[in-house]
């Protein structure tokens, strides 16, 4: 069994800065990809950031520049800076992680509850 708990979200001005965090905990042998995803309001949930076990990053272009994703693996945290809040990012952001556990040898997606994120003056 694990668990992703994500926390850090909350209500920001437009410009402000928000700093997510999401720790995995469980039966974990091993995390190869860690990301962040976000879904608004009748919207499809699309990625954010993801970032390897190497330290390999990808974003979003929407993000790109603004949003800062890392990681401690010793921690089995995952982290995501967002500055230059704008409107649009207002959103409930979602923690992935690819992980393989003692039960499956093959890496299974896992999410977390969910954290709200609100851009607004």
């Known amino acids: 069994q694990v668990q992703l708990v994500e926390s850090g979200g909350g209500l920001v001005q437009p410009g402000g800065s928000l700093r997510l965090s999401c720790a995995a905990s469980g039966s974990i042998l091993s995390i190869y990809a860690m990301g962040w995803y976000r879904q608004a309001p009748g919207k499809q949930r699309e990625l954010v950031a993801t970032i390897l076990t190497g330290g390999v990053t990808n974003y979003a272009d929407s993000v790109k520049g603004r949003f800062t994703i890392s990681r401690d693996n010793a921690k089995n945290t995952v982290y995501l800076q967002m500055n230059s809040l704008k409107p649009e990012d207002t959103a409930v952001y979602y923690c992935?992680?690819?992980?393989?556990?003692?039960?499956?040898?093959?890496?299974?997606?896992?999410w977390g509850q969910g954290t709200q994120v609100t851009v607004s003056s």
């Open positions: 992935m992680g690819s992980i393989t556990t003692i039960l499956s040898i093959l890496p299974i997606e896992y």
